[in-house]
């Protein structure tokens, strides 16, 4: 039988402003070769007012999916058919799949995350302590919560947005959460100082964007003698893959995630989503570490 030829590449990719440090295309294209498939990742640069055109663009060439990152996470919804449940809870979407032409707006970053954490434990039951209150704390604190987690502690410096997000998980959240039969107690505190780590605590994420490349010896306000080696501790920071927090956590014999766990582990599901085909996580994550070692990263510097 002749091997049928065809030079049509599926397309995918992410929408961003600016975007051109975002590193996702040197981690799923791997994964595309390495499933045999001859599909591409485009990073394309959309300014916010192009947003409209550029989705009716990924219709117009039948895109597969793509993912949204700053500022378009919450503005594309209004161009979308649909929303899965919990980027519908969290208002955010940062990946949409084209489900038989019609766009559906998801949000892998939470289950990025939840997906590594069921790697080292259960969630159910567990107690959280998210540090920020942005996009990323939004995204781990639903997912986590609809995976089980019963109590979430929320840490942010600035109150409004802090109360803000309270609100949400105590709220529309708590009760998508009881109506599982689970229940949710939350609570906020207002970060001044070095934050001390409550007794019991489970997991402590970092969902703050201290510690990001260049500023990799940046200090997170945290008393670390609080940390117990019993709480397992999340860094969302994918670059540098070992942050000072990361480095801290496992010296004092903490299990911890890294920042890049969550990346690959975000990047996995929407691979799933788009191809039907669970991508090789392994291939994901060298990928990254190939791209980030080609920057002086290295906590401390
Ligand atoms: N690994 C992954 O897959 C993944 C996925 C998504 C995001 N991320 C990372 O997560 C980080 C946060 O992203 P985001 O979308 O949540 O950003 P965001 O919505 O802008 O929120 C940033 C959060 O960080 C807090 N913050 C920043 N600097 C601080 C400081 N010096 N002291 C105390 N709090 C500080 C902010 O607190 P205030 O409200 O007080 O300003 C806010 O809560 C980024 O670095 C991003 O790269 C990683």
Known sequence: MPKELNFKQELTGCFGFPVAENPTQAMIEPAYRSMGLDWRYLTLEVRPENLAAAVAGARAFSFRGFNCTIPHKVAVIQHLDG???????????????????????????????????????????????????????????????????????????????????????????????KSQGSDLAVNYVRWQGDFRVPDGTDILVNATSIGLYPDVNARIPLAMETVSTETIVADVIPNPPTTRLVHEARAKGCRVIDGLAMLVGQGVIGVEYWTGKRPDAAVMRRALEEVFAQVDNRFPR
């Not at 639903?142 to 109360?163: F, P, S, Y």
């Open 83 to 177: 929303l899965g449940e919990s980027a519908a809870l969290m208002g955010a979407v940062n990946c949409v799949v084209n489900r038989d032409g019609q766009f559906i707006g998801e949000n892998t970053d939470g289950k990025g995350f939840t997906a590594t954490f069921r790697e080292l434990a259960d969630p159910r039951g567990k107690s959280l302590v998210l540090l920020g209150a942005g996009g990323a704390a939004r995204a781990i604190g639903v997912e986590m919560a609809l995976a089980g987690c019963t109590k979430i502690t929320l840490v942010n410096r600035d109150e409004k947005r802090g109360r803000d997000l309270e609100a949400l998980f105590r709220g529309k959240l708590r009760e998508t959460v």
